[in-house]
Nanobody, 125 residues
């Protein structure tokens, strides 16, 4: 089982980035995929989540209207389009897979959540 996050980088305030989470070793259709982030000195925060079928979507209040999550199960990839970025979005972003429904309802991980490695997003002012 592997989740590979990519697409991070350095961008100026107001800019955009698209993160990708490539899954392997399991059937993506049966799992909710979430994006979390952790900034230095801060707790991990749930950013967005999309259910296996794509019908249930969660966004943290801080990202609503700016971030868009999508998934392509055939390509086994989930995307996070991030627009209007600001310095508060600077963090290491992680993708995660969960077989349950909680992650996309509350934006929190469970004991069954699988984690990928992170990708660093830095937004300069």
């Amino acid at each position: 089982v592997q989740l590979q996050a990519s697409g991070g980088g350095l961008v100026q305030t107001g800019g955009s980035l698209r993160l990708s989470c490539a899954a392997s070793g399991f059937t993506l259709d049966y799992y909710a995929i979430g994006w979390f982030r952790q900034a230095p000195g801060k707790e991990r925060e749930g950013v967005s989540c999309i259910s296996g079928g794509g019908t249930d979507i969660y966004y943290a209040d801080s990202t609503k209207g700016r971030f868009t999550i999508s998934r392509n199960n055939a390509e086994k990839t989930v995307y996070l389009q991030m627009n209007s970025l600001n310095p508060e979005d600077t963090a290491v972003y992680y993708c995660a897979a969960d077989p349950g429904f909680t992650m996309c309802l509350t934006g929190t991980a469970s004991v069954d959540t699988w984690w990928g490695q992170g990708t660093l997003v830095t937004v300069s002012s």
